[in-house]
């Protein structure tokens, strides 16, 4: 049951250009989205987010656009580092009313920035 | 900055055993969550804890695991009877140290403890 899709498993990108992650969702009741990075042997590191009333965040050289009626999100970087290299993954969240805020995640996009 | 941390790093046990896994959210956190990663595959949600109570919890998370807040600031997760396929990657996390949907939505990770069961 793959409600959160990340179809790239990998890009590779040069330095200084910019890096497009994909992510398409198929619960309409996602109602906030998250992007994470994560190192080997680490946790994820929150990015940036973006609520489901949004369709743009800009975060410094990160920017998320969220379509809701194509239940896509994308996550631009630009310029790329090569330390940005490092698996994103996308995330969404459904509370449905309550007082539980989980999350589900894609199965997550290797990134490589090339110097 | 503050941040989750996890402990051990690392726990090796045999089939059958009781295994408890450790974290300290974030003081000010008020919503706690346990994730695993088998390798190769994608994170997956185990179970929320709200309030000194369990909000929600997956399939996985069956009678053999179970969480509790036994102080004002560990968060852990016990599996009572390993099995092989219980090996990954376990994540805590928690969220909501100030007021509005962005804080208690924005989840932040601990470390991780890498699970073995042999």
């Known amino acids: 049951d793959q409600q959160v899709k990340q179809n790239s498993p990998s890009l590779s990108v040069q330095e200084g250009r910019i890096s497009i992650l994909n992510c398409d969702y198929t619960?309409?009741?996602?109602?906030?989205f998250l992007w994470y990075k994560k190192y080997p042997a680490e946790g994820p590191t929150f990015l940036i987010s973006?609520?489901?009333?949004?369709d743009k965040n800009e975060d410094g050289r990160f920017t998320v656009f969220l379509n809701k009626s194509a239940k896509h999100l994308s996550l631009h970087i630009v310029p790329s580092q090569p330390g940005d290299s490092a698996v994103y993954f996308c995330a969404a969240s459904d509370r449905g009313g309550g007082s539980n805020y989980k999350l589900t995640f894609g199965k997550g996009t290797l990134l490589t920035v090339n110097p | 900055e503050p941040e989750v941390t996890q402990t051990p790093s690392h726990q090796v046990t045999q089939m059958g055993q009781e295994v408890i896994l450790r974290c300290v959210p974030i003081s000010n956190h008020l919503y706690f969550y346990w994730y695993r990663q088998i390798l190769g595959q994608k994170v997956e949600f185990l179970v929320s804890?709200?309030?000194?109570?369990?909000?929600?919890k997956s399939e996985i998370f069956d009678d053999q695991f179970s969480v509790e807040r036994p102080d004002g600031s560990n968060f852990t997760l016990k599996i009572r009877s390993t099995k092989l396929e219980d090996s990954a990657m376990y994540f805590c996390a928690s969220s909501g140290g100030a007021i509005g949907e962005k804080a208690k939505n924005i989840q932040y990770f601990g470390a991780g403890t890498r699970l073995s069961v042999l």
């Open positions: 804890f709200y309030n000194n109570e369990i909000s929600e």
């Open positions: 973006i609520s489901s009333i949004k």
């Open positions: 619960n309409s009741m996602f109602d906030y």
